[in-house]
T-cell receptor, first 113, second 112 residues
Framework: DGGITQSPKYLFRKEGQNVTLSCEQNLNHDAMYWYRQDPGQGLRLIYYSQIVNDFQKGDIAEGYSVSREKKESFPLTVTSAQKNPTAFYLC????????????FGPGTRLTVT | DAKTTQPPSMDCAEGRAANLPCNHSTISGNEYVYWYRQIHSQGPQYIIH???NNETNEMASLIITEDRKSSTLILPHATLRDTAVYYC?????????????FGKGTTLSVSS
């Protein structure tokens, strides 16, 4: 089945540690995105990529880093510089940046204590 | 900031039509109206989009006013599985690099 996978579903880390969230898609989509969602809030864009080896900062990129070495993969690293990393992280992809529909993964809930 | 205004919550009886309003009074001529929904602890799901004509698909209907300053998403026969947060989003179709901007949406509660 085609789709987007994110792993793990739940992730726990100690403060001060970097952590990498996985996102893989087999939809042959060029564009990929990372969003963050806090309780009772909408989604906020962290980073997006329109093609391999290219990515752009979104609205809240500070404390995060990404890479796009393969079309299928867009991992997100939450660094120790992120002041409030506990959140629900969602990865999405679309055929291109202008596509009508974005397909979302199931999300990773990160808890940092 | 989100360019849309939605009521924070709505209730609907199972089997009845759910009409979710959205105000987008500052919408530009090249901006589409999109609707997504998010079931608790899952990723958002695309529902429908439109520019100025009314649209219908297997999930819902989208009614856009003639001046395009507001729209209504209609779920014709709501079920318990339609309980979710519904997001109304406006976005230009021809502007590269514009990701979806999600506001707080409307929490729809469908009850039996």
């Amino acid at each position: 089945d085609g789709g987007i996978t994110q792993s793990p579903k739940y992730l726990f880390r100690k403060e001060g540690q970097n952590v990498t969230l996985s996102c893989e898609q087999n939809l042959n989509h060029d564009a990929m995105y990372w969003y963050r969602q806090d309780p009772g809030q909408g989604l906020r864009l962290i980073y997006y990529s329109q093609i391999v080896n290219d990515f752009q900062k979104g609205d809240i990129a500070e404390g995060y880093s990404v890479s796009r070495e393969k079309k299928e993969s867009f991992p997100l690293t939450v660094t120790s510089a992120q002041k409030n990393p506990t959140a629900f992280y969602l990865c999405a992809s679309s055929i291109n940046l202008s596509a009508y529909e974005q397909y979302f993964g199931p999300g990773t809930r990160l808890t940092v204590t | 900031d989100a360019k849309t205004t939605q009521p924070p919550s709505m209730d609907c009886a199972e089997g009845r039509a759910a009409n979710l309003p959205c105000n987008h009074s500052t919408i530009s001529g090249n901006e589409y109206v999109y609707w997504y929904r998010q079931i608790h602890s899952q990723g958002p799901q695309y529902i429908i989009h439109g520019l100025k004509n009314n649209e219908t698909n297997e999930m819902a209907s989208l009614i856009i006013t003639e001046d395009r300053k507001s729209s209504t998403l209609i779920l014709p026969h709501a079920t318990l599985r339609d309980t979710a947060v519904y997001y109304c989003i406006v976005r230009p179709s021809n502007q590269a690099g514009t990701a979806l901007i999600f506001g707080k949406g409307t929490t729809l509660s469908v009850s039996s």
